[in-house]
């Protein structure tokens, strides 16, 4: 591993201001979920902040070089999974306006008690099954933070006058979001479409599954060229019958 908490990050210029970063390490071996940049004339919006404070800095240092200047920043959580929010506080610490879905912090709360955990830092911890001075050294001060504005079923941001579409699409966990740019036809989609693993659907059940189902038929309505998942390598929008049909053999296998 190159840096504590970082390893070696790839990157992907996807054109129209938009890139995504692949490949952060948070500890030798154990990857951190991607992350997504959209620049935008006076904006810059992140999806999924990194879950160390060196994965916070890498990607916020790499959008100030790719889009120096921009007077505003939001970072969306696609869900409370603590490889794709954990160093929420890097942006906040900047002033970035974040937004989650409603039930973020009930999912978090659920999180930390699952994990046996009272604070943050025992959250992470648990998690990565590490000590404490494993994690001063690979996480580093950063911390999730709590969304300044909840997400219901969807919202269009304009950033400027660019559009940026979040849309709740729940099944890998209740709170699990997408993002759509239509300027660019890239689809952010979190955990919701998993390149790496196929869909995780440890966290939820049959009825969750459905949703899940439902909410990626939704989204095959947008035009989307490519899809920068929760973890792996960007792709086509091919993906998603790919991850339906793995869902619709669960779900009738547990029937
Ligand atoms: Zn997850």
Known sequence: MEQPGLGVPRTADLGNGVHAILDME?????????VGIIAT???????????????????????????????????VLTHHHLDHCYAASY??????????????????????????ATDYQGMIEAFLKIDPETCRKHVGNVHPVSPHRHIGEEVSLAANGEEILIQHLPGHTPCDLVVYHPKSKVLFAGDAINER?????????????????????????????????GHGEVCGPEIIDEHIEELEKRVAAAA
């Open 26 to 34: 948070t500890l030798e071996g154990v990857h951190a979920a991607n």
């Open 91 to 116: 942006f906040d610490d900047r002033h970035t306006l974040i937004y989650a879905h409603k039930s973020f912090g009930g999912c978090m709360a659920d999180m930390r008690s699952h994990l046996d």
């Open 41 to 75: 004339g006076r904006a810059q919006v992140f999806v999924n902040s990194g879950q160390t404070e060196a994965q916070g800095r890498y990607v916020w240092d790499y959008a100030q070089t790719k889009a120096p200047g921009r007077e505003m920043s939001y970072l």
């Open 197 to 229: 693993a196929g869909p995780v659907t440890m966290f939820g059940e049959v009825r969750d599954w459905k949703k899940w189902i439902a909410g990626l038929e939704k989204i095959k309505r947008l035009e989307i060229d490519r899809i920068v998942p």
